[in-house]
């Protein structure tokens, strides 16, 4: 059975974002697309826009020292443009680490993603691993 597309999309991005490739990420998201991250810490939030986005991306990255990995568990279609993405991610943060499991829920429209939203297997832990904001 062939990968759907909307899937392959976002295998590639993952793999994009493992790389550090925000070019190839870039031009897989709208200008305009919206990346929703759930809780308190000084991660979350509403970040609308690609450069946006890749400033929270670049965050995660100095928060964890480079340390961030997050690793595909299921990547599932709905056929109407969404996918659901399952996957377990990992980080180091000063004296701490974090192993969770945890989601991204895409919307797509004419093959590039429009909308991110993030979900987390305990918002607490991960507001405690990531810290308020100064």
Not at 1 to 11: C, I, N, Q, S
Not at 73 to 84: A, E, F, K, N, S
Not at 109 to 114: E, F, L, N
Request: hydrophobic share 35%.
């Amino acid at each position: 059975m062939a990968e759907h597309p909307d899937v392959t999309l976002v295998r590639k991005g993952y793999e994009a974002f493992s790389r550090g490739d925000m070019e190839a990420l870039a031009a897989m998201m709208t200008a305009d697309c919206t990346h929703h991250v759930p809780g308190d810490s000084q991660m979350s939030g509403h970040f609308k826009g690609r450069e946006a986005i890749f400033g929270m991306y670049a965050k995660c990255m100095e928060l964890t020292g480079n340390t961030f990995t997050a690793e595909i568990q299921g990547l599932y279609p709905d056929g109407r443009g969404h996918v659901m993405a399952v996957h377990k991610w990992h980080g180091d943060h000063g004296d701490r680490g974090i192993e969770m499991k945890g989601g991204l829920f895409f919307t797509i429209m004419g093959g590039k993603v429009t909308d991110i939203d993030e979900c987390v297997e305990d918002i607490d832990e991960a507001d405690a691993f990531w810290g308020q904001a100064e």
